[in-house]
């Protein structure tokens, strides 16, 4: 018995060896796939959308938290604009105020705007601050209304098959971006500083307005000229009429699968946004599946990414 029960541990630690060895190989594999990508990112500014299933799970909360401080410790600015529908109608929720959506945005009234700006400006951004700041990272939360960064207006939607042309609905304070005042993002982008955004603007007479984070997001992308927007979602990525995902397009290839109806429904937002930011200056977007551990530093670090990557081709210049 004792013969065989050493013979046991031996094979034990044979295989706890091979499988220590296997699992050095693959992070040695990993980091020499990693080291050319840091090299090309270094000191460059990479913009990340926060929202859906990565701010709830707390695997996903804690994966993304250490991507971030990663990303700023090998020499990245990134810059996380954050959401956070599914907080705000909880709490409107346990207030009993009601509330609607016209086209996928939410009716924001007085009171609404009260809880959106608590919400977001407060509660949802700390929490991601405290986060980042846990996992060894100097997070500090802004709102757009912090130093001017985000000027907004109200946002006006056009009703569909009216026949007043400038006939609009009124969705109350939910807005727009008119302009991004960069200064306090210098600032930050050349410290130790991890800016996190909640996204909330105003206008020139102090109204204060609830913004799609997406399009904040991207605004601040374009302005900065980002090497990157990276946009985190529900699903696994653009797919075609297959269900196959879609990766390397241009922007050609995106405006034709828009025009067939393969982009469509709630992905297309996502889509222009992303697609508006290539436009504009930002050298790629991709719109990541952030149901994935370490999704962020999967698309930056590895030559397979995750997701739907977007970029300007030379075919686009034409």
């Known amino acids: 018995m004792q013969t065989a029960s050493k013979a046991q541990y031996m094979l034990t630690d044979r295989i706890d060896m091979s499988l220590s060895l296997s699992n050095a190989k693959n992070i040695a594999k990993v980091l020499t796939e990693s080291l050319p990508y ?9 913009v990340v959308k926060y929202g859906g299933n990565a701010m709830i799970d707390e695997a996903l909360k804690q994966s993304f938290a250490r991507d971030i401080v990663l990303m700023k410790l090998v020499g990245i600015n990134p810059i996380v604009v954050h959401g956070g529908g599914p907080q705000i109608g909880s709490l409107l929720q346990r207030l009993n105020i009601e509330s609607s959506f016209i086209d996928g945005l939410r009716v924001t009234d007085d009171q609404t705007m009260d809880v959106v700006e608590m919400v977001l400006g407060g509660l949802v951004n700390k929490q991601i601050v405290a986060l980042l700041n846990k996992n060894q990272g100097k997070a500090v939360g802004i709102s757009g209304k912090d130093g001017n960064l985000i000027s907004a207006r109200k946002l006006k939607i056009k009703r569909k098959g009216s026949a007043a042309a400038d006939e609009g609905i009124d969705i109350g304070q939910v807005g727009e971006v008119v302009s991004i005042n960069t200064k306090i993002l210098d600032v930050m982008k050349d410290s130790d500083f991890i800016p996190v955004i909640a996204p909330i603007g105003a206008d020139s007479d102090g109204a204060t307005f609830n913004i799609n984070a997406d399009s904040v ?16 979602t529900n699903i696994a990525g653009v797919q075609d009429k297959k269900g196959n995902v879609l990766t390397g397009l241009s922007i050609k290839q995106v405006d034709k699968l828009i025009a067939d109806k393969t982009i469509h429904g709630g992905m297309l937002p996502k889509v222009e946004c992303a697609l508006n930011a290539v436009k504009n200056g930002v050298r790629s977007a991709t719109i990541v599946d952030g149901r994935v551990e ?3 530093l999967l698309e930056i670090f590895t030559d397979e990414g995750v997701g739907t990557l977007i970029s300007k081709s030379p075919l686009d210049k034409n």
């Open 38 to 46: 840091i090299q090309k990112f270094t000191g460059r500014t990479i």
């Open 294 to 296: 370490h999704a962020v």
């Open 217 to 232: 997001a991207g605004e601040i992308a374009s302005v900065l000229g980002a090497e990157k927007l990276i946009l985190l």
